[in-house]
């Protein structure tokens, strides 16, 4: 049974904020007693140690957001060591991503979850396989599992362009932009404010929510977040 809906989280680049905000968004839906969930279908730059690999971004949402450990057995489809592009570091490590994997596993997040947050890779340009045998972008993934996304963008300098281009780039690809979340936000600069203002003008997307450098929760209620699945 694949009774659960998904949201896609994106960003306009790595280190953006997506892990932050994507287990913030978990925690408000859980706090509100839904049932919710993570997946992720590819990780770069895991340490392996003899007990496995360091949870990395899973691990971190399941501890914000109060999922237990042992819950997280298939939140990640691939680790690799590397922190590089999945195609790279498939290359590098061996073990390319299959799409038929990934489905299989989002499927599975789907029985398990009422509301499944799907973290990328990088941002929405993202070889995640590209071999003599397959090529797959992010894209191609977030297309066949037929999900609406969320980018995340950093409020300061530079978002005006980097957000622009993503939106402009998953629209052109058909991916429905529900939303812009701004991290690092501070309302007292008035360059963020601006941002804000310019973003929602440029994208005709509107920003849901800020989020401050060190917040905790994110500032939007969990019904109108549970909108934005399925
Ligand atoms: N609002 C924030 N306040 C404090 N630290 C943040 C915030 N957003 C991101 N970070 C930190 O910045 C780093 C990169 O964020 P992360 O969410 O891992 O990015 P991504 O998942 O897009 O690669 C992490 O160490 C994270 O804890
Ligand atoms: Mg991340």
Redo the contacts with the bound molecule.
């Keep these: 049974m694949t009774d659960g809906k998904g949201l896609f989280i994106t960003?306009t680049?790595?280190?953006?904020?997506?892990?932050?905000?994507?287990a913030l968004i978990v925690k408000k839906l859980r706090e509100a007693g839904h049932s919710a969930g993570y997946y992720k279908a590819a990780l770069s730059g895991v340490e392996k140690t003899a007990a496995g690999f360091r949870a990395g971004?899973a691990g971190?949402v399941a501890d914000v957001a109060g999922i237990a450990e042992e819950e997280t057995g298939n939140f990640v489809s691939y680790v690799y060591e590397k922190a590089v592009s999945p195609h790279l570091a498939a290359q590098l490590e061996g073990n390319p991503v299959k799409m038929a994997v990934v489905m299989a596993a989002y499927q599975q997040a789907l029985a398990r979850y009422d509301y499944v947050t799907m973290?990328g890779s990088g941002g929405i340009v993202c070889p995640l396989r590209y071999d003599d045998d397959a090529q797959l972008l992010l894209e191609d993934v977030i297309t066949a599992l037929g999900l609406s996304a969320l980018v995340?963008a950093d409020a300061g300098l530079g978002t005006i362009n980097a957000t622009v281009l993503t939106v402009d780039y998953m629209k052109r690809r058909g991916i429905p932009v529900k939303g812009i979340i701004l991290?690092?936000y501070d309302a007292a600069d008035a360059v963020m404010r601006d941002n804000k203002k310019m973003v929602e003008i440029l994208t005709r997307v509107p920003v849901i929510a800020c989020?401050?450098?060190?917040?905790a929760a994110i500032a939007i209620d969990a019904a109108t977040l549970a909108g934005l699945y399925g």
């Excluded at 680049?13 to 994507?22: I, L, N």
């Design positions: 960003a680049g790595t280190d953006v904020g997506k892990t932050y905000v994507t971004d971190y973290e995340v991290n690092r989020v401050k450098k060190d917040e």
